[in-house]
């Protein structure tokens, strides 16, 4: 007899562990099925963020930024080291047990919450009894409500497939046993910069192509210029506009044949080639077709504004359905779902949610950016401010960048914010704060915030709208 609960969701990743946690705090008895192994074979929950993605790529820019600080600026401080060495295995062993740590954080919180865990791929069998029959790696069992949370998959370029050892992936980029004499990165955006920081740091020559014609074309432009200005002095080469024509490997490297932005043709030979042009979502495996389930022409699960699928009792919600890959709004979209499950109004605001590149110097946004609200139409003041001119930046030696705000002209609430610079990603939480409450930017700047701190540059930014900046 197949074990029955009130929820059973697909997926351990961010967004699926936090709705089987969330629903299991409402009382609702919760079972999480994931496939995901670690080394020797045991349960590695966490999905994509956790093994091959936003916790790895953190420990290895951390561990890689820490060298080029050692290598190129603890003089400054006057800290003398002598000649500093990358021992890239114990660097990569590091990643391995930082994951490991998060693993096992999930698993605890598994308990803890009396979240009933299976390990092994998760599937429909069929539709039964007013609910859903699920397998559950060997076992098998029966859930009243069904929450899918599969996440994501790299995508290939056509006609050349992953070996992750040529041609790879965001996880073999995160497994690399060597610094790369020279990298190919196919894809500009944040796997491709975030993961050319890292080996480029270490000392590999890096070329990264982006057919786009603009660069970081998501964000704000001016945050968009800064960056490129800053990454070509650290010495990442980008091109833009491209047409990748062929991608050929061989035992010495790859070579790949484009054409650039004037037409011409062009050959770049690396040593190693990492592909980051997006992520498809991830249903294999999953047996839709069984139930009726509806996809879309990308894979993706059909949802609702809810994360209601067609089917009574299914939901999806992260990285498999509409809407930023980002590990964030899955986890919003988890406790959502799990609350509207229980009866309650989950509710996620997509305008709040935050877009983070952990390069450095970082870059964070939430809201709209200036060109959005020039092509809406939308009058609009703007105010900026450089970490140059903020006291704990120079401090810290890291004064690129600045922060940038958009309020709307005549109510003055807050549109959206843009930070390059240090510690964008934790500044930005501020702003998705103030703009939840629909603060003003005189809000903000009448705000007392901490001296020294970067977060006053944020203060700045906001009375910068209205030209009355006092540090600048």
């Not at 989950?346 to 950016?369: C, M, Q, R």
């Not at 930017?441 to 009448?446: G, H, N, V, Y």
Request: some cysteine.
């Amino acid at each position: 007899m197949s074990k029955t609960f009130d929820v059973a969701v697909i997926g351990a990743g961010p967004g699926g562990y936090i709705a089987a946690i969330r629903a299991a705090q409402l009382g609702l008895n919760t079972a999480c099925i994931d496939a995901w192994s670690n080394e020797a074979g045991g349960p590695a929950p966490g999905g994509t963020c956790t093994n091959v993605g936003c916790i790895p790529s953190k420990a290895l820019l951390q561990s890689s930024e820490n060298f080029e600080h050692a290598r190129l600026h603890f003089a400054d401080h006057g800290i003398a080291t002598g000649e500093v060495t990358m021992d890239v295995a114990k660097m990569v062993a590091r990643k391995v047990g930082v994951v490991k740590q998060n693993n096992d954080g999930i698993l605890y919180l598994f308990k803890k919450n009396k979240v009933t865990f299976f390990h092994g791929m998760g599937s429909f069998v069929a539709a039964k009894d007013g609910g859903y029959e699920l397998k559950a790696g060997d076992e098998t069992l029966f859930a009243k409500q069904v929450i899918i949370a599969t996440g994501s998959a790299a995508r290939e370029l056509p006609g050349a497939p992953f070996d992750e050892e040529r041609i790879i992936s965001n996880d073999g980029a995160l497994r690399l046993k060597a610094v790369p004499r020279k990298l190919g990165v196919i894809g500009s955006g944040v796997v491709g910069l975030e993961l050319g920081s890292v080996w480029r740091r270490l000392g590999a020559e890096v070329t990264i192509l982006e057919a786009l014609p603009a660069f970081l074309g998501a964000a704000d432009e001016a945050v968009a210029k800064e960056a490129a200005k800053a990454f070509k002095k650290q010495g990442l080469a980008i091109e833009l506009g491209v047409k990748i024509d062929a991608v050929k490997k061989d035992k010495k490297g790859v070579k790949v044949s484009y054409t650039d932005a004037k037409g011409g043709a062009q050959q770049l030979d690396v040593d190693v080639l990492i592909v980051s042009i997006g992520r498809l979502p991830y249903t294999a495996g999953l047996n839709g077709q069984a139930v009726g389930l509806m996809m879309g022409e990308r894979g993706d699960v059909l949802v609702d504004a809810q994360c209601k699928t067609n089917l009574p009792g299914v939901w999806a919600i992260g990285d498999v359905v509409r809407g930023p890959m980002l590990a964030h709004k899955a986890e919003e979209e988890g406790v959502a779902v799990a609350e509207r499950i229980a009866g309650q109004h989950g509710h996620v605001d997509f305008n709040l949610v935050p877009w983070v590149i952990y390069t450095s110097p970082e870059i964070a946004w939430v809201g709209k950016t200036e060109q959005q609200l020039k092509a809406a139409g939308v009058a609009y003041r703007a105010g900026q401010f450089p970490f140059m001119a903020n006291g704990r930046a120079r401090a810290l030696g890291d004064t690129t960048g600045f922060v940038k705000m958009l309020a709307d002209a005549k109510t003055d609430e807050i549109l959206g914010v843009h930070i390059i610079g240090p510690y964008a990603s934790e500044l930005i939480a501020e702003a998705g704060v103030a703009m939840a409450f629909k603060a003003s930017s005189e809000d903000i700047a009448r705000i007392c915030h901490a001296h020294p701190s970067l977060s006053e540059s944020t203060k700045e930014a906001a009375l910068a709208v209205d030209k009355r900046s006092l540090n600048f």
